[in-house]
């Protein structure tokens, strides 16, 4: 079956250290997105990509940095993390065409100390 | 400002009992609307999807409705499990791209024996 994992579930790292965040998904799917939730907030989206060699910035990217060398993958990076990074990551991906209803991973539990 | 709103935070109620759940939107063009169900420590999962032209949708024991007119959806459960104890989040799609995308807080629902 097809599916969305994401690596590692939890991360434990400190200000200051450079971070990256793996998500995977096998659906074939052009489109992937990383959103952060935060309570007392909607998920928020931080980049997406619509296709191999492809990002743009979301509402919340000031940080963070993501690259698309295949279709498969989606590494989200935090270049200097910091303490407001501390969120629950969610990456989701879903087909192009259609009702675009968008498939998520597990998600990823990030604590900055 | 394109807002999705829902109500109510929080929610318990006891096993075999029926709940609504509501969502109001400001996003506009509106395209379609999405219910997901996020259980604990989990990616959200899509339950239903609403569009334009569509009132009424079920799902097992989940019943959407929506109000274009009034900009105005409900999710009902029927006959409360405990495996229903979950965020249910109200998603906002944007006529005229992937990306745009608005989530709601969400409800969390716990349902107790």
């Known amino acids: 079956d097809a599916e969305i994992t994401q690596s590692p579930r939890h991360k434990i790292t400190e200000t200051g250290r450079q971070v990256t965040l793996a998500c995977h998904q096998t659906?074939?799917?052009?489109?992937m997105f990383w959103y952060r939730q935060d309570l007392g907030h909607g998920l928020r989206l931080i980049h997406y990509?619509?296709?191999?060699?492809?990002?743009n910035k979301g509402e919340v990217s000031d940080g963070y940095s993501v690259s698309r060398s295949n279709t498969e993958d989606l590494p989200l990076t935090l270049e200097s993390a910091a303490s407001s990074q501390t969120s629950v990551y969610f990456c989701?991906?879903?087909?192009?065409?259609?009702?675009?209803?968008?498939?998520f991973g597990p998600g990823t539990r990030l604590t900055v100390l | 400002k394109n807002q999705v709103e829902q109500s109510p935070q929080s929610l318990i109620i006891l096993e075999g009992k029926n709940c609504t759940l509501q969502?109001?939107?400001?996003?506009?063009?509106?395209?379609?609307l999405r219910w997901y169900k996020q259980d604990t420590g989990r990616g959200p999962v899509s339950l239903t999807i609403?569009?334009?032209?569509?009132n009424t949708k079920s799902n097992g024991r989940y019943t959407a409705t929506l109000d274009a007119d009034t900009k105005q959806s409900s999710l009902h459960i029927t006959a409360s499990q405990l495996s229903d104890s979950a965020s249910y989040i109200c998603?906002?799609?944007?006529?005229?791209?992937?990306?745009?995308?608005?989530f709601g807080i969400g409800t969390k629902l716990q349902v107790i024996p």
């Open positions: 989701a991906s879903s087909e192009v065409a259609g009702l675009n209803e968008q498939f």
């Open positions: 659906w074939n799917h052009n489109n």
């Open positions: 990509s619509y296709g191999v060699q492809d990002t």
């Open positions: 969502c109001n939107y400001t996003v506009s063009p509106f395209s379609n």
């Open positions: 609403m569009t334009f032209s569509e």
């Open positions: 998603v906002v799609r944007i006529s005229g791209g992937y990306q745009k995308v608005t």
